[in-house]
């Protein structure tokens, strides 16, 4: 296993506080990460979050309500972290009521797309997948279509957890989503703010594979589409990520197997991650949550980075956990 001078000397976790969920990205040689807003220890909640905290509750968890709005952190080194706070937040997003997370963004055309899911939406209810735009990649961001993208429950898949992806063959720009074990792909618009039909005219294209939860992230690599997604539940120690290979990307999508997942000497509840690719060195890196070994509340997750390694064959390496 690679044990070079390539790899930086982070310390996992990379930023203070509870995150989750983060979303990486690499604009130019700068290294920014969107993450979920996992939870706030009791001395740091303003009046406004413990209002949020009152309104509403989400199965008991009343963490949950505490999500009103994003922070971002940008690196160039993937050692050293700028902290951006509130680059959106849930003033800026009248349908927004209680929850924001998950978010996945990209540049096109020299603007800045922010997708996130809101109020873990559930049939007839207002809720789902929203698209924000910025001019820079702090924002602020601003609700761009005033309702959400995708609000209904279609093939089963809850409308959460959207990683958009440019397919550099096509040139198409796809979203993957879905919770509840359910995964859709849609294809975006050239201003990535509506949905627009396949060649065969459908709209939304099921494509889960065997063990499939939430989290779906897609990684063009050698000509080959990687699709890997999170399995197990999100508040339990068995949360993980799993991969399959296609030669496009609709699938068939075979499970080949796990490639991060608990280690009990270092953490457990490894998963919703995405993956970046190091400029300088051509290495790829996992960017991922997880949760310390001195923590057991579903919301505790912090977020962590790790070296993710291809086999020669293509097939990647099971990833080893660093830190604590």
Same mark, same amino acid.
Do not use: C, H
């Given at each position: 296993m690679y044990k070079g001078p390539k790899v930086p000397k982070w310390e996992n976790p990379i930023i203070p506080g509870f995150y989750a969920?983060?979303?990486?990205?690499?604009y130019g040689d700068t290294c920014w990460i969107f993450p979920t807003l996992s939870w706030l220890e009791g001395e740091d909640l303003t009046q406004e979050y413990k209002a949020d905290w009152d309104r509403k509750t989400i199965a008991g968890n009343t963490d949950f309500n505490l999500q009103t709005h994003f922070d971002a952190f940008s690196s160039t080194d993937f050692v050293h972290w700028t902290k951006h706070s509130e680059v959106l937040h849930k003033r800026d997003v009248k349908w927004?009521?209680?929850?924001?997370?998950?978010p #996945?963004?990209? *540049?096109?055309? %020299?603007? !800045? &797309?922010?997708?996130? $899911?809101?109020?873990?939406?559930h049939e007839g209810e207002v809720g789902g997948i929203?698209?924000?735009?910025?001019?820079r990649p702090e924002g602020p961001y601003r609700d761009a279509i005033g309702e959400p993208l995708i609000s209904h429950i279609v093939n089963g898949a809850q409308p959460i957890d959207q990683f958009v992806f440019h397919d550099?063959? #096509? %040139?198409? /720009?796809?979203? /993957? &989503?879905g919770g509840w074990q359910h995964c859709n792909v849609v294809r975006l618009t050239n201003d990535l703010l509506h949905l627009q039909p396949f060649a065969d005219g459908e709209v939304y294209k099921e494509i889960t594979p065997a063990n499939y939860v939430e989290g779906p992230f897609m990684l063009y690599r050698d $000509? *080959? !589409?990687y699709f890997m997604w999170s399995e197990g539940g999100w508040g339990g120690p068995d949360y993980s990520v799993a991969y399959a290979i296609s030669d496009n990307p609709f699938g068939p999508f075979e499970r080949i197997g796990k490639i991060l997942q608990l280690d009990m000497d270092v953490a457990t509840g490894a998963g919703h991650h995405s993956v970046v690719q190091n400029p300088k060195t051509g290495d790829y890196y996992i960017i991922y949550h997880r949760r310390p070994l001195d923590r057991t509340g579903v919301s505790e997750r912090r977020t962590c980075i790790d070296l993710l390694e291809f086999n020669p064959d293509g097939t990647i390496h099971?990833?080893?956990?660093? $830190?604590?």
């Open positions: 969920d983060p979303e990486g990205i690499m927004a009521e209680f929850a924001m997370w998950a #996945s963004v990209i *540049r096109k055309d %020299g603007k !800045y &797309y922010f997708f996130f $899911g809101a109020n873990d939406v929203g698209v924000a735009i910025a001019a550099p063959v #096509s %040139g198409d /720009y796809l979203m /993957y &989503y $000509g *080959r !589409y099971p990833v080893q956990m660093t $830190g604590k």
